[in-house]
T-cell receptor
Framework: AQSVTQLGSHVSVSEGALVLLRCNYS??????LFWYVQYPNQGLQLLLK??????LVKGINGFEAEFKKSETSFHLTKPSAHMSDAAEYFC??????????????FGQGTELSVKP | GAVVSQHPSWVICKSGTSVKIECRSL??????MFWYRQFPKQSLMLMAT?????????EQGVEKDKFLINHASLTLSTLTVTSAHPEDSSFYIC?????????????FGPGTRLTVL
């Protein structure tokens, strides 16, 4: 069984500050891990994904995440927040045994607010 | 590339009527499509997995007779909410996987906002 826990349903940072969104996963098999962003009334956009290559994954819009197996974590970071980063962020896990886009299990989501 | 569309983007219907939502992969072929439901301020919950040419696989607790899913071609899946009630009001999102070689990624549609009066 797989699950994802996002610590903090709401994170608020100042513009220019570090963004850190936390994600811990549980998986009985090697996982694929994803971060998605959702703007109001829109679908999900993939920020980045971990698929067993490099543990430090760089994504779009300056975001990156590091896969730490020992900590079962996949935290999302960005060095300097922009106002346009304000959105809902979802961490998701999929079992690596599926190699064509398997079932995704989503975390609860973290709403990021960016203060001027 | 890898664009998924949904139609309609929003719909309002009366209680007891049926509503059909379309999900299309515009520039790729998708053997598998997924349907999610998202309530306000909540995460996405997978409703069902739809494979082209076969019956959908529903998640536990999802009524297959109420949420009819058809995946008749490699570019189109439909979700029909039958005899809709106010509690079915939600944001429905589909996703599709690309069978041309991209692995481990789903491409999401923009969602459909359903309001049942």
């Amino acid at each position: 069984a797989q699950s994802v826990t996002q610590l903090g349903s709401h994170v608020s940072v100042s513009e220019g500050a570090l963004v850190l969104l936390r994600c811990n996963y549980s998986s009985s098999v090697p996982p694929y891990l994803f971060w998605y962003v959702q703007y109001p009334n829109q679908g999900l956009q993939l920020l980045l994904k971990y698929t067993s290559a490099a543990t430090l994954v760089k994504g779009i819009n300056g975001f990156e995440a590091e896969f730490k197996k020992s900590e079962t974590s996949f935290h999302l970071t960005k060095p300097s927040a922009h106002m346009s980063d304000a959105a809902e962020y979802f961490c998701a896990v999929s079992p690596m045994i599926y190699n064509q886009g398997g079932k995704l299990i989503f975390g609860q989501g973290t709403e990021l607010s960016v203060k001027p | 590339g890898a664009v998924v569309s949904q139609h309609p983007s929003w719909v309002i219907c009366k209680s007891g009527t049926s509503v059909k939502i379309e999900c299309r992969s515009l520039d790729f072929q998708a053997t598998t499509m997924f349907w999610y439901r998202q309530f306000p301020k909540q995460s996405l919950m997978l409703m069902a997995t739809s494979n082209e040419g076969s019956k959908a696989t529903y998640e536990q607790g999802v009524e297959k007779d109420k949420f009819l899913i058809n995946h008749a071609s490699l570019t189109l899946s439909t979700l029909t909410v039958t005899s809709a009630h106010p509690e079915d009001s939600s944001f429905y999102i589909c996703s599709a996987t690309d069978t041309s070689g991209r692995k481990s990624e789903q491409f999401f549609g923009p969602g459909t906002r359903l309001t049942v009066l």
